[in-house]
């Protein structure tokens, strides 16, 4: 297990950020600001690593401090949190996973966020099929003792094609299909965080068997790779 931690100065850095969201701030603050990016990517590395002795993880994607105002009425120039995703390797591991650190509202997720066309076709057929293994693990006490509910965006009726009386029709009006957890920053900076974020990451793998499963066959248990 690696043991990196997060320190109480680069949350003084971000809350000093989100204060000063400005070119001009930042300009006379970079190098502390590239200081704490470097140690916070090794921390993220260090739960990259910690995946990789239980999931097979293709890479680690570090969020870009910079803001995209072009299409934003919020023209504040940086994001006032790090973040990073860890994507599984190969057609047949599918979901992901999120981390997200800022001050009072430090997150990990995971799940599918986006799923294609086809994939959310699957799934709901799926749900509509048969939904008993589905709710069998995500309902299970302790999974949601650490992951809580599922949830994600929904659309506001029945998709077409599918009946709106259906009793799984909730479930299967998901477009999204994540869990989150959120920690406070007593939590954040404790040096049992890493920890914690991978206990929260291996207790969501029966979830992900269950959905590569799903999304590698089709509904007659066939392989689709």
Known sequence: MFKESISPEAFQFLKALEINNNREWFAENKVLFKSHESKIKTFYEAVKNNLSQHDEIEKLKMFRIYRDVRFSKDKTPYKAHF???????????????????????????TGFWD?????????RKELEMDASEFKSVIENKDFKKIWGNLQGDSVKTAPKGFD???????????KQFIFVRN????????????????KSFKAIRPYFDLMSSILTTNLNGESLI
């Open 164 to 174: 709106k009386e259906h009793p799984n029709i909730a479930l299967i009006r998901h």
């Open 115 to 123: 799923p294609n066309k086809e994939d959310l076709l699957r799934i």
């Open 183 to 198: 920690f406070e920053d007593s939590e954040v900076l404790s040096s049992s965080f890493i920890e914690e974020i991978d």
């Open 83 to 109: 973040a990073g995703s860890l994507s599984r390797l190969g057609k047949a591991n599918r979901g992901g996973y999120y981390l997200r650190i800022k001050p009072g509202e430090t997150f990990i997720a």
